[in-house]
């Protein structure tokens, strides 16, 4: 028979070899960030770097993290005392470190009540987000609140809340009536300026509630800091599990797989204070917006050309996507000719060495990142990755025909069949009125190009209206719908 090998906890994490164990442990430090979104990223990126923080700076800035709906790994974590590993991967191997920053674990679904609680709760003095793009209910275009009954009705009623909106404006209206001090709500998602995205959210959600008094006390107490995060993390898998264990000694069944490189920018703006980032590698700032386009347009608008790209050609690994022949000359142009001409970096940081340096963190073999994965929720990703680079460009006068090729991969992508005739699924907040769209267009590229245009939630009138913008996206559907994708990256000019 063989040993039966124990699970991660308290009680076994002594065991594990010494670099391996974490910096703080659950229990030692209280609360003092409430985290929504209990993903693979939070765990790789804002745990990483708290925990850090918490040993080098002190402080009680244990995380609380809140699973919104899913149970799953909340049940792991929370079976271990907490704890879970970081699986590195590179080239040459893997290495793991058990995380000891979540001070508690919330499930949002079952116990909206405790949640709203928490957010009203003096310790409590900075929000984090990781919920995705489409979980703010904003129109991704225009930033406005979406049109969604179930926000409607969490806003609205008295019932208690479903949605993230719900828990936010619920939480505030909470905190507001007890009056219990300042807090910051930073998003940590892959949104424009994402600190005023969070704030208009905000803004909006208390007018339909229709709660002055809140809206008031919000404007003097709440800080919306804005951030870049950085980090590939990819889902995990049986090799993730296999992979902790191995390195570990121990069964952890909340494993997060990532890539070694890290960076967070954070705008310093924190009434309640905040726990020592800076000491944990995080930059502070007071305007994130240089960084933010960069990683948005140079990282992951790249990342989105090289899914959709990939995915019609088959691929299933972002990094087998980047060896398709002629792919990284493709994106090296993307991101010389309309990239980097759109935006103005970081003091000191070169657009073109950043591209190049992203273009190997993409080519990890190890990572086994899905190009489906990347490729879902284009309508909630495309407009910070690719249009805003464009409606730049076009205003300098200039043919982004890059970009158009991404749009246009991305509309055949969003038609559902890839080029050897497999079906891709649409996974994507807006599928029905893609798909109505779809159906209400010709044939022809043009045509298609014209009715996917016309999601105005999406593409801007000045973009969509724009002939040169819609010529250079119709000839690249062209080129993808006669030749398919291999092809047209071979021969791209
Ligand atoms: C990716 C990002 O899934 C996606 O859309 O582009 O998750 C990307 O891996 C991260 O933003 C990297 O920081």
């Excluded at 709440?222 to 264990?245: K, Q, Y």
């Amino acid at each position: 028979m063989g040993q039966v090998t124990e699970r991660l906890s308290l009680a076994t994490v002594g065991r594990v070899p010494s670099g391996a164990r974490p910096a703080v442990l659950p229990g030692d430090v209280r609360a003092g960030i409430v985290h929504l979104g209990l993903g693979a990223f939070h765990r790789a990126h804002q745990a990483v770097y708290t925990e850090a923080a918490i040993a080098a700076g002190g402080g009680d800035w244990g995380i609380v993290g809140v699973a919104p709906r899913s149970r799953d790994v909340l049940r792991a974590i929370a079976e271990q005392d907490g704890l879970f590993s970081v699986v590195t991967l590179d080239g040459g191997g893997a290495s793991a470190k058990v995380i000891g920053a979540f001070a508690g674990l919330r499930h949002a679904a079952s116990d909206p009540g405790g949640v709203v609680g928490l957010l009203a709760d003096p310790d409590i003095r900075v929000v984090t987000l990781t919920v995705t793009e489409k979980a703010y209910a904003l129109d991704p275009a225009t930033g406005k609140l979406r049109d969604d009954p179930e926000v409607h009705a969490d806003l609205t009623t008295d019932r208690a809340p479903t949605t993230v909106p719900g828990l936010l404006i619920a939480g505030l209206r909470a905190r507001a009536a007890a009056d219990a001090g300042p807090v910051a709500l930073a998003s940590c998602d892959n949104l424009p300026t994402n600190g005023e995205r969070l704030r208009g959210l905000i803004t909006q959600a208390l007018i339909v509630a229709g709660d002055d008094r809140a809206a008031a006390w919000v404007a003097a107490n709440v800080s919306f800091p804005s951030s870049m995060v950085d980090r590939i993390v990819p889902a995990a898998t049986p090799d993730t599990l296999a992979r902790a264990e191995a390195a570990l000694g121990v069964v952890d069944l909340a494993p997060v797989p990532a890539e070694p490189f890290m960076q967070w920018v954070i705008e310093d703006d924190f009434p309640g204070g905040r726990p020592a980032w800076d000491l944990a590698g995080a930059t502070m700032t007071t305007d994130t917006t240089p960084y933010e386009h960069l990683k948005l347009r140079a990282l992951n608008g790249v990342h989105s050309t090289i899914a959709y790209l990939g995915a019609l050609a088959g691929r299933e690994y972002i990094a087998d996507a980047l060896a398709i022949p002629g792919m990284v000359d493709l994106l090296r142009r993307m991101i010389a000719e309309d990239i980097a001409p759109s935006l103005e970096p970081p003091a000191g940081v070169s657009v073109i060495e950043y591209g190049e340096s992203v273009l190997s963190r993409f080519a990890n073999p190890a990572m086994g990142h899905r190009t489906l994965q990347v490729a879902m929720d284009g309508t909630q990703k495309l407009p910070q990755r690719v249009l805003h680079g464009m409606l730049d460009r076009r205003r300098a006068g200039a043919s982004p025909r890059w970009g158009a090729l991404v749009v246009a991969a991305w509309m055949r992508f969003a038609a559902g069949v890839a080029d050897d005739g497999r079906e891709l699924p649409l996974d994507d907040p807006l599928a029905g009125p893609v798909r109505a769209a779809l159906a209400s267009a010709g044939e022809k590229p043009d045509e298609i190009v014209a009715a996917l245009l016309g999601l105005r939630q999406v593409f801007p009138a000045e973009l969509a209206e724009d002939k040169v913008v819609r010529d250079l996206i119709a000839d690249w559907l062209g080129d993808l719908s006669a030749h398919g994708a291999a092809a047209t990256i071979v021969g791209a000019r």
